[in-house]
């Protein structure tokens, strides 16, 4: 495998990788793109652009990649399959990496009924497993996945999600093991609020070797208000948030609750760096990447090698 990814330079170098995500615009409008680019520059490896995330229509994953690469940081596009079927699966996948994008993000995609289009048609020809095995496919065999060759392959570094929350938790581990078997190179984690529950997950995965089989980043998110933190807790599918996390903000006074949040990122990925198969953080800040600078430098994880 030969790629040009900056991101598999230093999750291969043993270094402590930071992603982050930067999310897209509901509107064509690209110096929004451009001043989120601005602000991560230099303190991450990589940023991530979600693809239609929670079904809601924004700019697409690979023009914002594009528009952001320009001011010098590195994207990984992310493909969901809700959207496109096999063939235009590998269309995109061609159409990245000739245009110099070398890390992907394999996802199924949030259900329709979650976004401002519910009467849309999903198409999920395939899920993100089989995803990641195309992708493998055509960078290591020089093949399509209708078995036609091809003659000059993506070299793209690939990625996919895990989520060590979701119900039955017993399975979690497992599910990592099949995608791992389809060859995936990187995992970025749903984000971690109940650091020992990760934990327990981090215990099945090393059971199960998949920490020596592939680089495993936890995720994040600051938390900006108590709001926020209950809204995670209560309405979103697939999220654990402790009551002791939420009690331990509501002790502060409401104007610090959001400088608690950026406290409690920090401590979750010093606690991160002392578990034994994670290779880094994905700092997902929705709507909030100014904080990011930060947290990077509180944490110790800069400057970025």
């Not at 949030?110 to 198409?123: I, L």
């Not at 991160?272 to 700092?283: D, F, R, Y």
Request: glycine letters at 8%.
């Amino acid at each position: 495998m030969k790629t040009n990814s900056n991101l598999e330079r230093v999750l291969n170098s043993g270094k402590f990788a930071v992603t982050a995500e930067l999310g897209p615009p509901t509107n064509a409008d690209s110096e929004i793109i451009k001043k989120k680019a601005k602000l991560l520059k230099g303190y991450i490896d990589a940023f991530n652009v979600t693809d239609g995330q929670t079904a809601v229509v924004r700019m697409s994953s690979w023009a914002t990649c594009l528009i952001a690469g320009e001011e010098g940081l590195e994207p990984i596009v992310q493909m969901t399959t809700r959207d496109r079927n096999r063939i235009a699966l590998q269309m995109d996948i061609l159409g990245v990496a000739a245009l110099g994008i070398n890390n992907i993000l394999c996802l199924t995609g949030d259900h329709m009924s979650f976004g401002n289009h519910p009467q849309a048609k999903g198409v999920w020809d395939i899920d993100s497993i089989q995803l990641i095995r195309i992708v493998k496919r055509m960078r290591d065999e020089k093949e399509f996945a209708s078995g036609d060759r091809i003659d000059v392959e993506p070299h793209l570094f690939i990625g996919a999600a895990a989520n060590p929350f979701a119900d039955p938790f017993e399975l979690r581990a497992p599910r990592l093991a099949k995608k791992v078997a389809e060859g995936v190179d990187f995992i970025q984690t749903q984000c971690i609020f109940n650091i020992d529950k990760f934990e327990e997950w981090m215990k099945e995965v090393r059971n199960l070797g998949l920490h020596k089989k592939v680089k495993i980043l936890g995720g994040l998110t600051p938390i900006k208000s108590i709001g926020a933190a209950k809204y995670m807790k209560n309405k979103v599918p697939g999220m654990d948030v402790p009551d002791s996390l939420i009690d331990r903000l509501s002790k502060v006074p409401k104007e610090d609750v959001s400088k608690e949040g950026i406290k409690i990122a920090v401590e979750t990925i010093q606690r991160l760096q002392g578990i034994e198969g994670i290779s880094g953080v994905h700092i997902m800040a929705i709507e909030w990447e100014e904080i990011v600078p930060e947290i990077v430098k509180l944490a110790g994880l800069y400057p970025r090698p």
